[in-house]
């Protein structure tokens, strides 16, 4: 009776560790995306512009709504070039040092973020993303 329940013990303990392996694997994977764990607005916003600045415009475009996604690659999009346009101009083609978030604030399934980006040169400005969730992400959107 005694060697069943150590066989018992053993198996939900190998069964505790393979779920526990499983989870740290998952979190490590999600290593380039943003996690589910820490997205919130702010977090979206410097994902963004940081995607933008090394050339990452597929992450980049991941963090936009599909009204702004759409907005992108349509005919203003391609007025300006694109996610790539987009991205460039507003990190001067990669100068961008840092994002710093100066003020976020939420309101059920929208939020504002207001920051305030670090150039190379020294120089800053101040930029607005709105956000709106999606299917319980935030995501930046094109509308104010």
Known sequence: ???????????YRTAQGSAF??????????????????ANPSTVTQTFYMSCNVGDYSKAKSTLSPDADKLIDGELGALSGGIK????????????????????????????????????????????EPLIKVNGDWKITSGN
Not at 1 to 11: A, E, P, S, V
Not at 86 to 113: N, P, Y
Request: glycine share 10%; with cysteine; net charge neutral.
């Open 1 to 11: 009776m005694n060697r069943q329940r150590f066989k018992g013990d053993t198996m």
């Open 21 to 38: 392996l499983f989870a740290c694997l998952f979190l490590c994977s999600c290593k380039g995306s943003i996690s589910p764990f820490h």
């Open 85 to 128: 346009g987009v991205c460039d101009k507003m990190t001067r083609s990669g100068e961008l040092v840092s994002v710093e978030v100066i003020r976020q604030s939420e309101r059920g399934e929208g939020a504002d973020v207001t920051s305030k980006l670090h150039f190379k040169d020294g120089s800053t400005s101040e930029d607005h």
